[in-house]
């Protein structure tokens, strides 16, 4: 999507007022126009998103919570803030702009990111924030592609809409993985592998220095869109529990202790495995919920996380524990 002129001007007025602390009247004498002009801009530049500016309340907890996972795992810990009663969509949003803000961060022009769907995903990429960022390649990590009639019409958590949405909002080249989530046999996936235009995706997999997703689950009755949109047939869920999965990163599946290997429909799944995605250096992991700590657990036990973004309640639950974390299987 190609950036307008008036976008730019708008994304220039904030940058000056907002990031250099200039006056209104430096900005306007910088763009040659009337201070009204400039505050236009400025007005129009928050309602776009270019400029979000956001509260936080001067407490001691999140801090605590983020060192304390930190050492606990090795990761870099972000705690979205959040206040005893606070409804899940604020807790949820809240999490978004602060995963958000850390891929903003990370984000780095002359370089691949590769981003995984769902709808945690969904929310984070609505809320990025809109720059341009020369010859950025954004290439989705799993195939979505579903098989089952209700899987189809849910366009917005999917691989192609998260990705190419992702993509328009630093004006980068977006790669679809245009494969099924899952192989109905895996000597189909084995073939489509040796293929020119999937090796080539497969490839950028390996060139990415930046990969963001979250976890998936089927617990506490809040399953993710790979076990609640058709993915799955009831024969691969009962198969899931069985063999005590807690969840799923890229629509790999894990066990509490990380291993994966052994998990028979990972080998018809079109994500990157364990060893593929601790090969890309910064790997940011978003979770919104505490039903989705057990599965967290799976991720962190798999060395997958390398930055880690989750509200309140669950960093309290990760941090703490809970009874029902040490129940096998999740299911």
């Not at 909002?169 to 245009?178: D, K, N, P, Q, S």
């Not at 790997?283 to 657990?297: Q, S, Y």
């Amino acid at each position: 999507m190609k950036t307008t002129y008036r976008e730019k001007a708008e994304y220039h007025a904030a940058r000056m007022y907002y990031g250099e602390h200039r006056t209104m009247q430096a900005v306007a004498a910088e763009l040659g126009v009337s201070r009204s002009t400039v505050s236009r801009l400025l007005q129009q530049a928050r309602r776009e998103g270019i400029v979000r500016i956001s509260l936080h309340p001067p407490v001691d907890r999140p801090s605590a919570l983020e060192h304390r996972i930190g050492e606990l795992y090795g990761v870099r810990a972000h705690v979205a803030v959040s206040e005893r009663g606070d409804a899940p969509s604020r807790r949820s949003d809240s999490v978004a702009v602060l995963a958000a803000g850390l891929v903003d961060r990370l984000v780095r022009p002359d370089s691949v990111v590769g981003v995984a769907w769902g709808q945690t995903m969904t929310s984070v990429v609505a809320r990025l924030n809109r720059r341009e960022v020369p010859d950025l390649h954004v290439v989705q990590l799993n195939g979505a592609v579903n098989s089952e009639p209700e899987g189809i019409g849910a366009p917005l958590g999917t691989g192609i809409g998260v990705v190419e949405r992702f993509a328009a909002a630093y004006g980068a080249r977006a790669h679809v993985f245009a494969v099924p989530a899952f192989f109905d046999y895996e000597e189909t996936k084995q073939a489509l592998w040796r293929e020119r235009s999937t090796r080539r995706i497969l490839d950028m997999h390996r060139r990415a220095a930046l990969a963001v997703f979250g976890v998936g689950t089927f617990a506490e009755g809040l399953p993710s869109q790979v076990y609640s949109g058709g993915y799955l047939s009831r024969d691969d869920l009962n198969a899931l529990s069985s063999e005590q999965v807690v969840g799923d990163v890229c629509t790999v599946f894990l066990r509490a202790d990380g291993s994966w290997e052994d998990i028979a429909l990972n080998r018809r799944g079109s994500g990157p495995v364990p060893s593929e995605l601790v090969r890309v250096p910064r790997r940011i992991c978003v979770v919104n919920g505490p039903h989705k700590v057990p599965a967290l657990r799976g991720a962190l036990a798999a060395g997958l996380v390398t930055d880690l973004v989750l509200d309140q309640i669950s960093a309290d639950r990760l941090a703490y524990g809970h009874p029902r974390d040490q129940a096998a299987g999740g299911a």
